[in-house]
T-cell receptor
Framework: KAGVTQTPRYLIKTRGQQVTLSCSPISGHRSVSWYQQTPGQGLQFLFEYFSETQRNKGNFPGRFSGRQFSNSRSEMNVSTLELGDSALYLC????????????????FGPGTRLTVT | GDSVTQMEGPVTLSEEAFLTINCTYTATGYPSLFWYVQYPGEGLQLLLKATKADDKGSNKGFEATYRKETTSFHLEKGSVQVSDSAVYFCALSGARLTGGGNKLTFGTGTQLKVEL
C-alpha cells in the first residue's frame, strides 16, 4: 500500500497570507490527524477528522482550520500567517476505528515544511 | 491532562553500546503507548507500540515494556548501530475510556547519536 502523502513538501509564504496543505491517507484509512512540529514547542496536535467530521481539536487559534473529503483526503488551512507558524506540518492516518483499551497506530507522512517570512 | 516526559538529549553512544531512553507518562484510564522515530528531513515512523499493562512492544531490536505501576515505557536496545542515529519520540493515545479520537500526546524527543 502507498503511504501517507503530503503536498507540497516545502512552502514559503509571507506574513498575512493564507496557505492550504493537503494530505492523502493510506487507502482504506478514514481518520486523518494533523500535527505541528517546531523546535520550541515540539509536536502538537492540531485536529483529527473522521468520516468528514472533526472528531478532536487541539489548542490552536481559529486561524487553523481543516476539512476532510468523502475520499478521506484532508486539507488544513492557515489564514493570516504569522512568523510563528513556521513549522513542519505532519499528517497522520489510521483506520479510525476505536476499540476499548486498544487504539490503532497512526502512520505519518513526510510533512510539509512551511516557512513564513 | 495527558503528558509524556522523556529524558533530555542528545544521547551519544558508541556502536554496539546498550541504549536506554526513559519515558514516563501521566494519563487517566488505559492509554496506548508508542515509540516513534524521526530521521533527518523525514516524518515520523512507528517503531513499536503497547496497548495494555505488561505488554512488550518490539521491532528492529528495540524493546519497550508498558509498566502501569511506574507509568513508564522505557525504550531499550542491546546493541546500537550508526544507522540508529535519529530522534526518538515517546507518545500516548486513547487515555480516556469515553470519547473518540486518536490524538497522540508526544514527549519532547530524544536525539540519539551513535558513533563508530
Amino acid at each position: 500500500k502507498a503511504g501517507v502523502t503530503q503536498t507540497p513538501r516545502y512552502l514559503i509564504k509571507t506574513r498575512g497570507q493564507q496557505v492550504t496543505l493537503s494530505c492523502s491517507p493510506i487507502s482504506g484509512h478514514r481518520s486523518v490527524s494533523w500535527y505541528q512540529q517546531t523546535p520550541g514547542q515540539g509536536l502538537q496536535f492540531l485536529f483529527e477528522y473522521f468520516s468528514e467530521t472533526q472528531r478532536n481539536k487541539g489548542n490552536f487559534p481559529g486561524r487553523f482550520s481543516g476539512r476532510q473529503f468523502s475520499n478521506s483526503r484532508s486539507e488544513m488551512n492557515v489564514s493570516t500567517l504569522e512568523l510563528g507558524d513556521s513549522a513542519l506540518y505532519l499528517c497522520a492516518s489510521s483506520p479510525g476505528l476505536i476499540i476499548l483499551r486498544g487504539r490503532y497506530e497512526q502512520y505519518f507522512g513526510p510533512g510539509t515544511r512551511l516557512t513564513v517570512t | 491532562g495527558d503528558s509524556v516526559t522523556q529524558m533530555e538529549g542528545p544521547v551519544t553512544l558508541s556502536e554496539e553500546a546498550f541504549l536506554t531512553i526513559n519515558c514516563t507518562y501521566t494519563a487517566t484510564g488505559y492509554p496506548s503507548l508508542f515509540w516513534y522515530v524521526q530521521y533527518p528531513g523525514e516524518g515520523l515512523q512507528l517503531l513499536l507500540k503497547a496497548t495494555k499493562a505488561d505488554d512488550k512492544g518490539s521491532n528492529k531490536g528495540f524493546e519497550a515494556t508498558y509498566r502501569k505501576e511506574t507509568t513508564s515505557f522505557h525504550l531499550e536496545k542491546g546493541s546500537v548501530q550508526v544507522s540508529d542515529s535519529a530522534v526518538y519520540f515517546c507518545a500516548l493515545s486513547g487515555a480516556r475510556l469515553t470519547g473518540g479520537g486518536n490524538k497522540l500526546t508526544f514527549g519532547t524527543g530524544t536525539q540519539l547519536k551513535v558513533e563508530l
